[in-house]
């Protein structure tokens, strides 16, 4: 017997597995309800990801913008030299 005569023999309804297919309408509640399952754990996995992405996203502006005020920080002028040698001392250096 060729391959494709035992493939279509199985395939072939017979009162022996007949009783394989009596229970279709729970078979189809079983596969509804795994889709669903399936759907919300894909669900899950993929807002899981975007949260980490979205985490990861914030460290780094977050590590960029530390970066730049602690530049701004070495980098700002004291308040001796914003004043110049013109300008009137203000009211709250009195002395």
């Known amino acids: 017997m060729a ?11 017979s009162p022996d597995n007949i009783d394989q297919h009596k229970n279709y309408s729970s078979i189809i509640k079983k596969h509804e309800k795994y889709l669903k399952l399936q759907g919300l754990l894909r669900f899950i996995i993929f807002f899981t990801i975007a949260v980490i992405f ?6 780094v502006l977050w590590r960029v913008k530390e970066e730049q005020y602690k530049k ?6 004291s308040t ?3 004043r110049g040698t ?3 001392p203000s009211e709250t250096s009195v002395g």
């Open 80 to 82: 001796s030299e914003v």
């Open 54 to 59: 979205m985490v990861i996203v914030l460290f």
């Open 86 to 88: 013109n300008d009137p």
């Open 72 to 77: 701004m920080i070495k980098e700002k002028p």
């Open 3 to 13: 391959k494709n005569e035992i493939r279509i023999r199985k395939k072939i309804i």
